[in-house]
């Protein structure tokens, strides 16, 4: 993850305050549980283009009216892959059982 943030004053009376957040993690293993098999559970990765944006302006213009501008904007991306050893597997169904590795694309 990185982080950057920052605070600036343009002038006496006006003040600048930004923040900028990268995600860029991997779950490896999502929706994994005692009736789906590792392989068959999905990956996903958290990166390229998630991050956080955020600004705010503040402009005091005297002692009783404070004027304040912000945005906050979140660029996320969520791909679902198969996991990367499996390729392009077909999901076999154990009639003992009656269950069925379930695999999303």
């Known amino acids: ?4 943030f920052g605070e600036t004053k343009a ?3 006006n003040k600048l305050n930004f923040s900028w957040d990268l995600q860029d993690t991997c779950l490896c293993h999502v929706s994994l549980t005692s009736l789906l098999a590792p392989e068959a559970s999905q990956v996903r990765y958290y ?3 998630n991050y956080l944006l955020q600004g705010k302006w503040s402009f005091i213009a005297n002692s009783r009216l404070l004027f ?4 906050t904007t ?3 991306d969520w791909p679902n892959y198969l996991q990367p ?3 392009n597997a077909i999901s076999i169904s154990d009639s003992s059982t009656t269950s069925q590795p379930q695999q999303q694309r």
């Open 1 to 4: 993850m990185q982080l950057a």
């Open 11 to 13: 002038s006496r009376l």
């Open 47 to 49: 990166h390229n283009p």
């Open 68 to 71: 304040e501008a912000g945005n």
């Open 74 to 76: 979140l660029i996320f």
């Open 85 to 87: 050893e499996t390729g």
